[in-house]
């Protein structure tokens, strides 16, 4: 079983659309649960940042972290075109120390057509 | 100023070929990374520095030597590499106390081995 699993799509949705980007992960340790965006050929941008369990909300973002489950999701309201993209999801036990590893789960490519 | 400047953007060498990546911040983090992420695939780590030392290198092959000339800084060394070696090599930096999940990625250096 792999650390990290994500459907890897591709997701195809209309402008507008309430879109659930979704994780699951087999490490119980894990605390600290991200969500990159990569658009095509340029490095990965933090979009989300969330320690233990709980919701977070960030304008059109919202991330929710379910440890019990072994469970994250994104979700993105109001979709645009912009936000066509692939969505990593990351997480990592500790950040204390410079060995601390942040595993990424493989990528989920979403297309926003208007 | 948040960004990780990485250079050059694309790079085409042969396997006989001596070539540098280089990266540079100046948000003040003390960790910096090289990545390397193959198309639809997750970025994955080849070496951390943390306070311009080498902290964690994932068995990467000595082909790959990577430098830290001093805290803003980060350099990787190529030499007769092999086609495989294409891929997108990303630099990414982070503070190292209280936050150093939060990577910070440059663009990447898309790199193509004849």
């Known amino acids: 079983q792999k650390e990290v699993e994500q459907d890897p799509g591709p997701l195809s949705v209309p402008e507008g659309a309430i879109v659930s980007l979704n994780c699951t992960y087999s490490n119980s340790a894990f605390q600290y649960f991200m969500w990159y965006r990569q658009y095509s050929r340029k490095g990965p941008e933090l979009l989300m940042y969330?320690?233990?369990?709980g919701n977070k909300e960030d304008g059109r973002f919202t991330a929710q972290v379910d440890k019990s489950s072994k469970y994250i999701s994104l979700f993105i309201r109001d979709s645009q075109p912009s936000d066509s993209a692939t969505y990593l999801c990351?997480?990592?036990?500790?950040?204390?120390?410079?060995?601390?590893?942040?595993?990424f789960g493989p990528g989920t490519s979403l297309s926003v057509i208007p | 100023d948040t960004e990780v400047t990485q250079t050059p953007k694309h790079l085409v060498m042969g396997m006989t070929n001596k070539k540098s990546l280089k990266c540079e911040q100046h948000?003040?983090?003390?960790?910096m990374y090289w990545y390397k992420q193959k198309a639809k695939k997750p970025p994955e780590l080849m070496f951390v520095y943390s306070y311009e030392k080498l902290s964690i290198n994932e068995s990467v092959p000595s082909r790959f030597s990577p430098e830290c000339p001093n805290s803003s800084l980060l350099n990787l060394h190529l030499h007769a590499l092999q086609p495989e070696d294409s891929a997108l090599y990303l630099c990414?930096?982070?503070?190292?106390?209280?936050?150093?999940?939060?990577?910070?990625f440059g663009s990447g250096t898309q790199l193509s081995v004849l």
């Open positions: 948000m003040g983090h003390r960790a």
């Open positions: 990414a930096s982070s503070q190292l106390r209280g936050g150093n999940e939060k990577l910070f």
């Open positions: 990351a997480m990592t036990h500790s950040m204390k120390t410079s060995y601390d590893k942040v595993i």
């Open positions: 969330t320690y233990s369990s």
